[in-house]
């Protein structure tokens, strides 16, 4: 029987401090009348940005049970949505989960985490590098960094790029298998504060781009709300434009009510805060074709 509301499948870590990966995502995607089934790969106490200690309990081990169950109770889902996954084992399970619950016109979301700021992160090797290549082959939709799209193309990270060679990467990375690439934090070759979330759609050969407004701070999880705004958005039926753009306003929006507190950052946005943003209608004001 087809879902009252639609259902995401969402494979993320879950931190108990800290808003964000599965701590953003369910408010987001719930606020957005979507029904979220969490497949946590990993339980810690704090996220790991900003935290000096933190207890980490690795799921890989019971990921598989976990699926066998879903799939005993002939679970479908409208969208398999993937974030941050630990080894190339997780990989490897995380790819038969798709081709298990493959269905027609399934979105499939590949955040492939791998690193910022120009740097993978410390439990990121090369080879889980290599592993993500052909993961995100799987995609209708990958959203990296600019750090990340540097890495899964071999290419430096470098600090400005220009307007075809941006375009050159985002189409390199959709002949890996995405129909839809979004890279956000793409610097601004006119500017060293502003960036850019650029995307290309090769079913019809348009790029997009919205320019992200400079704030002078850093809050975890950004990436996790933005890609679930798209998300939602899309399966609302809004046009990619226009979840760029509902995406691009929600964030900006809660880091700017954010940045007018004092406490500290690495707890993430106040997403309580703006949640009820998400329920206006879209200003389709920000995205352009690029």
Partial sequence: MRPIVQRVAAVHDLSGFGRVSLTMIIPILSTMGVQVCPLPTAVLSTHTGGFETYKFIDLTDHLEEYIKHWSRLNIEFDCIYTGFLGSPRQIDIMSGFINYFNKKD??????????????????????????????????????????????LLGRACTKTINEDDIKEWLILLSEMGPKT????????????KDTYVISYNKEDGRFWKVKCSYIPAYFPGTGDGFTSVVVGSLLKGDSLPMALDRAAQFILSAIRASYGYQYPQRNGVLLEKV????????????????
């Avoid at 934090?185 to 006119?190: E, H, K, L, R």
């Fill in 106 to 151: 399934q979105l499939v979301v590949i955040d492939p985490v791998l690193g910022d700021n120009g740097e993978l992160y410390k439990s990121i090797d090369m080879c889980m590098v290599d592993e993500m290549k052909k993961f995100i082959g799987m995609a209708s939709i990958i959203t990296p960094n600019f750090t990340e799209a540097a890495y």
């Fill in 275 to 290: 949640l009820g943003n998400l329920n206006l209608p879209v200003v389709t004001s920000t995205c352009e074709i690029f």
């Fill in 181 to 192: 690439v979004i890279v956000t934090g793409v610097p601004d070759s006119a500017s060293d």
